[in-house]
């Protein structure tokens, strides 16, 4: 059985295609659409959903949240409490899919073999492998991982009956991440055009904004410092989402807090959070503005604008939007669901079986983040070359010739790069590589070096001899962010050796 997973900051699906040929979300064991990804860490089990995210407000020091916003992040660790064991972000996530593919094999009395998972659109190399590698530690193959607004449009493109050739923009809030995708569906063929997004911009932001406002408020009224009690910290999260999401209906709502023997109360009305949020939507809509112009379309050329992620029940969201586009963001789809719902569509597209017959669409996606080396001759400052643009169409491949600086040069020292910028300092190195060289080859001689980007949007690097005409082959990038393969065994026999429920 194939199935579609959205792994999500706060909350995570799964989805399949029904003998009706549609896809169709899978309750879990609580009888719930959607399980918050959310772990606590008890007796030697990991319970996951709900029960963990009632519990985080009086065991916080017990609970895991925001795991995804940690993706590709070696050093974040979480102490394993009664152990000396740590976990990192991908054993949680682990976990979080160990208890939702338990719960869908049970509900559908299937065993699940093979999996698409998504991911942010702007997710960089080292979150995908990440995702990957805790997909592969429960066990299930990962057929592919799509982008989630590349996943909602498949779901759009799913639900339409006759597909007229229309562009549409994906506007996907969260919980912890923003995209946006421009992308054009045609017949059997949804492809995105342009991506963008922020890794760090979701809701939880905007909870924060409410959460720092309050308790800045607390200080000054009281003297006080909230931040040395973890349980009224941690209350004030609750309430400070409680009232986010009552603002969506309310002009305003109040929120207290109490600590050290003292209560406030703070009326947040609508306008209040609307400024406070200001910010955060300016970075939105600066986003969409680039991406449009990075499609080569305006927005007069958009016919849809798809609200995806819990975040875009926010009203200020669709107001911003319209004032920008001037199209009414569409509400036609469920913004929890939309992105599990097109993962089970990719899934039944892959190896279609006979049940699957009616899903032959083609999905070209592109990638997020350009792709290139650090080079320098050793006198000038270091440059990031870029040999692989953003926006390609993956998979995809580039190559750009370099010259070796030294006579009998015997290694190159390949620092691979993710970013846009020239200058090392703001760009991401995924990752080195020592490539040795042959012999005798003299200063100037010339080197080809290949970037790839996989179906996953994974970066593959190879090179080759130029002045020999000799293929060095693809080498093994030392990512900086990602577990050896002896830390990944370790970590999965701790993770494999837990209940999870
Ligand atoms: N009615 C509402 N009004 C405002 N915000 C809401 C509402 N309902 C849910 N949210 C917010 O939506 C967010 C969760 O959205 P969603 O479940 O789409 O995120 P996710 O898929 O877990 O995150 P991501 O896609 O970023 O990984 C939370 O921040 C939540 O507070
Ligand atoms: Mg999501």
Same mark, same amino acid.
């Given at each position: ?121 702007? &997710? +960089?190399? @080292?979150?995908? !492998?990440?995702?990957?590698? =805790?997909? #592969? ?5 990962? /057929? ?61 932001? &905007? +909870?924060? @904004?409410?959460? !720092?406002?309050?308790?800045? =408020?607390? #200080? ?5 410092? /909230? ?275």
């Amino acid at each position: 059985m194939k199935v579609g997973i959205d792994l999500g900051t706060t909350n995570s699906a799964v989805s399949y295609i029904n003998e009706h040929g549609s896809p169709e979300i899978v309750k879990n064991s609580d009888g719930e659409r959607t399980t918050p990804s959310v772990i606590l860490i008890e007796d030697q089990k990991a319970i996951i959903g709900m029960t963990a995210k009632e519990a985080a407000a009086f065991q916080s020091e017990d609970t895991i949240q925001f795991v995804k916003r940690q993706m590709g992040n070696n050093s974040f660790e979480f102490p394993l409490p009664g152990t000396d064991q740590l976990i990192g972000a991908v054993e949680a996530s682990a976990f979080i899919l160990k208890r939702i593919v338990q719960d869908a094999e049970q509900e559908l009395g299937e065993t699940i073999t093979d999996v698409v998972i998504t991911v942010p659109a702007y &997710f +960089d190399d @080292a979150k995908r !492998n990440a995702t990957k590698e =805790a997909a #592969e530690m429960i066990g299930v193959n990962v /057929l592919k991982i799509i982008n989630e607004p590349t996943a909602a449009a498949l779901a759009y493109y799913n639900l339409e009956e006759k597909t007229t050739d229309q562009n549409v923009a994906i506007y996907d809030l969260g919980g912890g991440t923003f995209d946006i995708s421009i992308v054009n569906i045609q017949d059997n063929e949804v492809k995105v055009l342009a991506t963008d997004g922020d890794a760090n911009l979701g809701g939880f932001d &905007f +909870d924060n @904004a409410i959460f !720092n406002y309050v308790a800045d =408020a607390f #200080e000054e009224e009281t003297g006080l410092d /909230l931040y040395d009690d973890d349980m009224a910290m941690q209350d004030l999260r609750d309430s400070t989402e409680k009232c986010k999401k009552s603002l969506t209906k309310r002009d305003k709502s109040l929120v207290a807090v109490s600590s050290q023997g003292q209560t406030i109360r703070k009326e947040i009305t609508k306008t209040l959070f609307n400024d406070l949020i200001e910010s955060y939507l300016a970075r939105t809509s600066q986003i969409m503005e680039e991406t449009i112009g990075e499609s080569n379309l305006t927005w007069n050329d958009i016919t849809k604008v798809l609200l995806v992620g819990g975040s875009t029940r926010t009203p200020a969201i669709s107001d911003m939007i319209e004032r920008l586009t001037g199209i009414e963001p569409s509400k036609d789809l469920n913004p929890d669901e939309v992105v599990a719902l097109g993962a089970a569509v990719q899934a039944s597209s892959i190896e279609p079986s006979d049940q699957d017959s009616r899903h032959h669409i083609v999905v070209r996606d592109v990638n997020s983040h350009s792709l290139g080396i650090i080079t320098g001759d050793g006198q000038n400052p270091d440059e990031n070359s870029i040999i692989l643009e953003r926006n390609t169409e993956i998979p995809c491949e580039r190559s750009k010739s370099f010259v070796t600086v030294q006579d009998n040069q015997e290694s190159v020292m390949v620092q691979v790069t993710e970013g846009e910028d020239e200058d090392p300092d703001y760009v991401t190195i995924i990752g080195t590589s020592e490539v040795a060289l042959p012999d005798n080859l003299p200063m100037g001689s010339p080197l080809e070096i290949n970037i790839a980007y996989d179906k996953n949007g994974i970066v593959h690097v190879g090179a080759k001899d130029l002045s020999n005409q000799v293929d060095l082959g693809e080498f093994v990038i030392e990512r900086q962010s990602n577990l050896t393969q002896e830390e990944y065994e370790e970590r999965q026999e701790t993770m494999l050796a837990m209940e999870v429920e």
